[in-house]
Structures are given as C-alpha cells and as structure tokens.
C-alpha cells in the first residue's frame, strides 16, 4: 500500500490545488440562500487566540510528515472528482465502487456535496481567512494554487465528511470506519499544508450542519433508499475488499498526524 499511495502521490502532485468549483444553481438539494450558517459556525481564528496558536503549531508540526506514507495519501486525497473519492471511500464500504457501477449512489453524493460547498463558499467569502501556506513558510505536499485567497472553513473537509455522513447512512454498518475515513480526508488537507485545524473542524461542521437539513428535504429520502439498495446489492455481487487488503489504509487512517 505504501507504494500504491506514493505511485498515485507522483500522478496527482499537479493536481493537488485544484479548487472545489463553485456550487451552480438548480443542482443541490436546497434552493439558494435557504439555509445560512454565519450564526452557527465559529468565526475564523485570529493569530493571537488559542485556536490560532493550535493552527500554526500544528501546521510546523505536520511538515515532519514528508515523505512519509501519510504524506502520500494526503496527496492522493487531494483528488476530489468523484470517481477518485468512490475509490478512496472503497476500503471503508468494503467493495468497489464507480460512478458507473453506482450511479445512484454518486448522484446522491454529488448533490448532497453541492448543498455543503455552497456554505462552505460563503462562509469562506465572508471570513476572508487566508489558509496556512499563505500565512507560515514550510513544505506543502503540492505547489500552492494560484487564485486562491481564503481557506476557511475547508472546502476539502466539508466535501470529505458530507460524504462520511451520506456513505454512512447508505451501508451503517460500516458507517464507523466511514467516518474514520471521512475525517482522514479532512486531516489530508492539514498533512499537506493547505488547510488549518481549526478550517477543517469548520468544514466538519457546515457539512454536518447542512445535512441535517437536507435531510428533511423528501428527494433526499428517495434519494437515499436508492442508494442503500444500490450498495447492498453491488456488495452482494461487485468486487470486495477484504480487511487484509485495506490494512495498510486503515492503519494510515487512525494514525494521529501530530501529538
């Protein structure tokens, strides 16, 4: 696993700025402006507070990782299309996943995503919080993107816990080493120096919040039985992974990134 991770951290370093698109209307669950989350999640840390002093001790401390098997990972968890993410997500789920061979599942994913994104998008306009490689020198796990300004919360982390929750909710009996794997994408984000602790905890949290509602909305019920059959079914007849296969992840996953 760890070359399989430093082989795809070669083929992604170009692709490891890539900025989560902004959310176009009509494709979510919720209508714009339906839902604000300005009162509900904590405003972006100064230098000076204790959760500002925690980010930039953890960002000096996370350099170490380098080169490292974790720093790989978060390289490859730096491609968030969706076929990347179903493969990243598969080891968690126990079987193979694509787009084509769960399309219903992916759709439900990807509009759930919308929702949080489009949050996650004001929040980050409305703090103008700039992210970690911005403000503090030090190794990043690709070059800094070029055009982006403010970083919190992380887009990274709140599209990587939205799908935690909804895979979660799909296949819940395998929705704790979901959610194990959902927080790992977030930290990815922290390994590799583009998004602070405390923007990732923020991501958590729109993404958390933002389902919550979604979760009333009657296309998402619908939405969601099809994608807890289509799972089961794929799980009784597509390609499993075995919990040997996928040891080498999951021990990269409940590994601490700092102490």
């Known amino acids: 696993m760890k070359g399989f991770y430093k082989g ?75 076929a990347s993410m179903m493969r990243g997500f598969a080891c968690a789920v126990r079987v193979e996943m694509t787009p084509q061979t769960a399309p ?5 994913l990807e509009k759930a995503s919308r929702d949080a994104a489009r949050e996650a998008n004001e929040l980050k306009g409305y703090y103008k919080k700039k992210p970690p ?30 799908w935690g929750l909804v895979l979660g909710e ?16 977030g930290e990815s984000r922290i390994v590799c120096g583009m998004a602070s602790m405390s923007a990732v905890e923020a991501g958590h949290m729109v993404a958390s919040a933002t389902l919550a509602v979604v979760r009333t909305e009657p ?3 619908t939405a969601m039985v099809a994608a807890r ?16 296969s996928c040891s080498a992840e999951e021990m990269l996953v409940s590994q601490p990134i700092f102490r």
């Open 170 to 185: 799909a296949v819940d009996d395998r929705a704790a080493p979901i959610m194990a794997r959902a927080r790992a994408y």
């Open 133 to 162: 490689f911005l403000l503090d020198s030090g190794e990043t796990c690709a070059s800094p993107p070029q055009g982006v300004e403010y970083g919190y919360p992380s887009d990274y982390a709140t599209r990587g816990w939205t």
């Open 8 to 82: 795809l951290a070669a083929a992604l370093l170009a692709t490891a700025g890539v900025t989560i698109a902004a959310v176009p209307d009509g494709v979510a669950f919720l209508p714009p402006g339906f839902l604000s989350l300005i009162d509900v999640v904590p405003p972006a840390p100064i230098a000076q507070e204790p959760r500002g002093v925690a980010d930039q001790e953890i960002f000096k401390l996370t350099r170490a990782l380098k080169g490292s098997a974790r720093w790989d990972m978060a390289i490859t968890d730096a491609a968030v299309d969706t």
């Open 229 to 244: 059959a289509e799972l089961a079914a794929l799980r009784k007849t597509g390609t499993a992974l075995s919990a040997q």
């Open 219 to 221: 296309g998402y019920t």
């Open 104 to 108: 219903r599942t992916a759709a439900l």
